[in-house]
């Protein structure tokens, strides 16, 4: 039996740091504050005019292909998950593909679009393509670079303190070895509170899906209204909203069902777990999700003080990074799960 084999995992982090302190020269808050309500310590931001999401993918990708013992040119589809790309289209993926010069192969690439939950829905969505024989290298990637859409202002602190850029790469292959891989991938959605956790500006949607809410658009009526209105600048709507409790409410209910989920299709029990990386969207979270499946501190892996939250780069960053440290080795049960805004998440469970 055919099973997806993560063969290599990288990642890259912007070389500038930005401490909780360093934000109170923008924003009234705290180091105390920021770290009480989110676990975070600080964060990495790329160089403004330097480094896009593309670019730190590609920095990514370039040492996963390398650890994977193949070249460019063998990679034979890439999937890109992030909320933050160059441009509004295309996407980045085939970005990326340029960035690497391997465009003369014409390979597919597959844009990923559900936030922080991107990468597992990307690893699910490989999954699919590795086991049915369609490609044998897949670089499926996730890099965000969130401090160019942040409002740096006192009334946007309680969503700018919790993000940060980074990037995390894998090159994905077919394995026949019993027992390795992929074991079961889980994806949902609800979309019912879209609006809750969302950057609704700039947009195509003209104000009408929700006609309580001024998003900032004159008369919809008129043709050929631009996307960037004068009101949105001038009211900073131009940056992400998020309903905090309703948000952590929700991820502390998903994220053990998710989870759950795939233990239950495998047989296997949350003991059996070696390593749980989650998405690092709140050390808070985290320390629900690890009390509710009764794990030690041992068997989950959190790096989200060192960079925030990096939504859909922030699963292959820790799983890197755990790589890195030696805390994941052949044979481990690894389970990795996310949450976030849609509300989409997923989990995956995967033998290494």
Same mark, same amino acid.
């Given at each position: ?20 302190? +360093? ?23 790329? #160089? ?27 990679? +034979? ?68 670079? #969130? ?61 009408? #899906? ?24 001038? +009211? ?42 989650? #998405? ?17 501190? +041992? ?54």
């Amino acid at each position: 039996m055919i099973r997806t084999r993560i063969r290599s995992i990288a990642h890259y982090v912007p070389e500038q740091v930005v401490t909780n302190n +360093d934000l109170t020269k923008y924003m009234d808050t705290s180091d105390e504050w920021i770290r009480e309500r989110t676990g975070i310590e600080e964060r990495r931001y790329a #160089h403004k005019h330097e480094e896009t999401t593309t670019s730190m993918a590609a920095r990514a990708s370039e040492i996963a292909i390398e650890r994977a013992g193949i070249t460019k040119e063998d990679i +034979d589809f890439i999937i890109f998950a992030t909320l933050s790309p160059d441009y509004y289209f295309p996407g980045c993926g085939v970005l990326l593909q340029r960035e690497l010069g391997i465009t003369q192969t014409e390979i597919g690439a597959l844009d990923i679009r559900n936030q922080c939950s991107g990468f597992v829905y990307g690893l699910s969505v490989a999954d699919k393509f590795i086991k049915t024989g369609t490609y044998k290298n897949i670089l499926l990637v996730g890099s965000e670079k #969130h401090s160019m859409g942040l409002d740096f202002r006192t009334e946007g602190r309680g969503v700018t303190v919790i993000f940060g850029d980074g990037a995390g790469a894998c090159v994905l292959q077919p394995t026949e070895e019993e027992g390795r891989g992929v074991l079961s991938t889980h994806l949902h959605s609800d979309g019912t509170h879209a609006e809750e956790l969302a950057m609704i500006n700039p947009g195509s949607h003209g104000g009408y #899906h929700n006609a309580d809410v001024d998003y900032g658009y004159p008369d919809p009526q008129v043709p050929g209204e631009i996307f960037v209105t004068p009101k949105m600048m001038k +009211d900073y709507m131009l940056a992400p909203n998020m309903t905090g409790q309703l948000v952590f409410k929700t991820a502390v209910t998903k994220f053990p069902e998710v989870i759950q989920e795939g233990l239950n299709e495998t047989g296997l029990n949350s003991t059996d777990i070696d390593l749980l990386i989650p #998405h690092q969207a709140n050390l808070r979270i985290s320390a629900f999700v690890q009390k509710r499946l009764g794990l030690r501190d +041992d068997q989950v892996f959190n790096n989200i003080q060192k960079y925030g939250n990096t939504t859909a780069a922030s699963i292959p960053i820790a799983m890197s990074e755990a790589f890195e440290q030696g805390k994941i080795k052949d044979g481990d049960l690894i389970c990795l799960a996310a949450f976030g805004s849609g509300f989409t998440w997923g989990s995956v469970l995967l033998r290494w």
